[in-house]
């Protein structure tokens, strides 16, 4: 079955600078993969995501881009802002099936 | 609010007893997901449904676990016999039609905590 893996666990960045996260799935069938951010006691919100059909998509400050040969998608945040910290997740969706998610990144925008 | 509804929010309940969780997913979405939470983990999968069928359930942690959706729109799922291991959120979540390409919206979740 699919497998994610997620880096880094956590991220420390300065108001203002920009945050990457780096996803790696396992399963070729994966065709989908989305991005969640999740607030404490709060269920995970989606921000974005990608098709395999697609190598990047962007919305405002928010980019995230997909290697399909490498198996690897990364979420890029520009222009961090204080309300960005949170713990972001990313997923990924074999055809017709259910969502495996990686472990988060608790990311901190230090102001 | 036309999002995904859960409830209860909180649970709170002794070793031992049954307890039964509701999900409302968003009312054009036919397809249902649970997921369970721990402390520091991403969601980790449990069943899902495709309208009124029960699509995988070998997820489902133990015998303890069912999950049902009877007519196609709200979900529950029940734990028998809680036990202080099963203490995490439980998040549900919906999308449309069956295929791939399909956003999933999750609830608020259910906290549950097994004293």
């Known amino acids: 079955g699919e497998n994610v893996e997620q880096h880094p666990s956590t991220l420390s960045v300065q108001e203002g600078d920009s945050a990457v996260i780096k996803c790696t799935y396992s399963?070729?069938?994966?065709?989908?993969f989305p991005w969640y951010k999740q607030e404490l006691g709060k269920g995970p919100q989606l921000i974005i995501d990608?098709?395999?059909?697609?190598g990047e998509k962007k919305d405002q400050r928010i980019a995230v881009t997909l290697n399909k040969t490498a198996k690897h998608f990364s979420l890029h945040i520009t222009e961090t802002q204080p309300e960005d910290s949170a713990v972001y997740f990313c997923?990924?969706?074999?055809?017709?099936?259910?969502?495996?998610f990686g472990p988060g990144t608790r990311l901190s925008v230090l102001p | 609010d036309t999002g995904v509804s859960q409830n209860p929010r909180h649970k709170i309940t002794k070793r031992g007893q049954n307890v039964t969780f509701r999900c409302d997913p968003i009312?054009?979405?036919?397809?249902l997901y649970w997921y369970r939470q721990t402390l520091g983990q991403g969601p980790e999968f449990l069943t899902y449904?495709?309208?009124?069928?029960?699509?995988?359930k070998s997820r489902l942690l133990s015998d303890r676990f069912s999950a049902e959706r009877p007519k196609g729109s709200f979900s529950t799922l029940e734990i028998q016999r809680t036990e202080q291991g099963d203490s995490a959120m439980y998040l549900c979540?919906?999308?449309?039609?069956?295929?791939?390409?399909?956003?999933?919206?999750f609830g608020q979740g259910t906290r549950l905590t097994v004293v």
């Open positions: 979540a919906s999308s449309v039609g069956g295929g791939s390409y399909t956003e999933a919206f």
């Open positions: 399963d070729s069938a994966s065709n989908y």
């Open positions: 990608i098709r395999s059909n697609v």
């Open positions: 997923a990924a969706c074999p055809y017709g099936q259910n969502f495996v």
């Open positions: 009312s054009e979405h036919n397809r």
């Open positions: 449904f495709q309208n009124e069928a029960q699509l995988e």
